[in-house]
Nanobody, 120 residues
Framework: QVQFVESGGGLVQPGGSLRLSCVAS????????MAWYRQAPGKQRELVGI????????NYADSVKGRFTVSRDNAKKTLYLQMNSLKPEDTALYYC?????????????WGPGTQVTVSS
């Protein structure tokens, strides 16, 4: 059974940083392209960043380029999202999932997500 457990969210002031983690199970993580998505209240879920199985290719939404970094540890079956210079518009529920390059085609079951709130 494919499962994702996201963690690391919280309340942070504008300009602050957070590091999200996603532990995956139930499939071959090391051979899967993985992605982070987010969904803000009243908005559709959107792609944040995507990384291929070997970490060679990485791509980001324009809104987070230069501020967010996606990485992975295949031995730990864990996906990471380092978020710096956070803005109030980054407030959302963040999810990870399997995906197909260049992104926008998630194909696993969604986990519970982790809430990120950026506010002063």
């Amino acid at each position: 059974q494919v499962q994702f457990v996201e963690s690391g969210g919280g309340l942070v002031q504008p300009g602050g940083s957070l590091r999200l983690s996603c532990v995956a199970s139930g499939f071959s993580f090391s051979t899967s392209t993985m992605a982070w998505y987010r969904q803000a209240p009243g908005k559709q879920r959107e792609l944040v960043g995507i990384i291929t199985f070997g970490g060679v290719s990485i791509n980001y939404a324009d809104s987070v380029k230069g501020r967010f970094t996606v990485s992975r540890d295949n031995a730990k079956k864990t996906l990471y999202l380092q978020m710096n210079s956070l803005k109030p518009e980054d407030t959302a529920l963040y999810y990870c999932n399997k995906d197909r390059w260049p992104g926008g085609s998630p194909w696993g079951s969604w986990g519970p997500g982790t809430q990120v709130t950026v506010s002063s």
